[in-house]
């Protein structure tokens, strides 16, 4: 019998939850899964936390966990990982567009060869503002990191439990985990999945997520590439600026000391702009190489074990 936690992370949707519970409630019985279902209220202001705690009251399965304020999906996910039990965690949203229907596709696939299957919403119902943003970042994941997936931004995952002892979530750090976990060795697929027209709540994404999660994707690209050895990209960088800066200054000096013993001409070095460069780049490249070894000496010591978020109540 597989074993089974979904970790559905809840923001202001109090109207799905009793739907998709009773739905995922369906697939269970109908597949013999051994499940566990674990809500994280995110700061929600709608009434959702007092209809999950109706829920549990009625399930002794159904687990859930309310944040003081909103933390976020990746320390939502974070904070119902700590406490799932099953052997596979699947993630999904609460807004009814994720068919828990779809949840046995999404394990089949994975299989044994499989360590996380990313679903992939190939036919999508929601507006062009929503699509064309999601495609671009798509594509520019895929190019920055390598791992190419039609749909990095779908919450609808399964993946096997030690993933997120691994991958430690925070920020908006959740749509990266394929790209985390690849980096870990871990085997990444994907299946498409069917998506549900909106008929809850209101779509969290769009153009103006783009430049943040543009900047994630900057930092999960040095994180993949160079989180133990921060020193060979900011000390390369800042060793080919501070060579550069000695050679331009090398050169002004010679140049000086031969007009003025050869030619006996006055040259007012600070006039040249080769001299406001050179300094420039000495000093950029001096404290490039200061900040990659302060970068290097932060993770000898080793990463904050305090978690980003603030637990109000348990159930």
Known sequence: ?????????????????????????AISAQEKYELE???????????????IQGMAAGHTAVHAIRFRRNFGKA?????????????????MDADLQDDPAEIPKLLAK??????L????????HDPIGKTLPSKVFNKLVGWMTGLKLNDHNCGFKVYRREIFDDVKLYGEMHRFVPVLAAAFGYRVGEC???????????????????????????????????SHRPQHLIG?????????????MSWLAVYWVLRMTVFHEWIPLHE????????????????????????????????????PYSIRERI
Request: net charge negative; hydrophobic share 50%.
């Open 1 to 25: 019998m597989t074993s089974l936690s979904i970790l559905i992370p809840v923001l202001n949707e109090a109207d799905s939850l009793p739907q998709l519970l009773a739905e995922i409630w």
């Open 37 to 51: 279902v674990i809500f994280v209220d995110d700061g929600s202001t709608d009434g959702s936390w007092q209809v």
């Open 75 to 91: 320390a939502a996910l974070r904070a119902a990982a700590s406490i799932a039990s099953g052997e596979l965690l699947v993630t």
């Open 110 to 115: 994975m299989g044994n060869e499989f360590d």
């Open 117 to 124: 299957v990313s679903g992939w919403k190939e036919v999508r």
């Open 192 to 226: 498409a999945v069917q998506h549900r027209p909106r008929t809850h709540g209101k779509s969290k994404y769009g153009w103006s997520r783009l430049p943040k999660g543009f900047l994630d994707l900057l930092t999960v690209s040095f994180l993949t590439g160079f």
């Open 236 to 248: 390369s960088v800042g060793l080919a600026s501070f060579v550069a800066g000695c050679v331009g």
């Open 272 to 307: 040249r702009p080769l001299m406001l460069y050179s300094l420039g780049a000495l000093l950029l490249g001096s404290q490039l190489l200061c900040m990659g070894f302060l970068a290097e000496l932060m993770v000898a010591k080793g990463q904050d074990a305090k978690e």
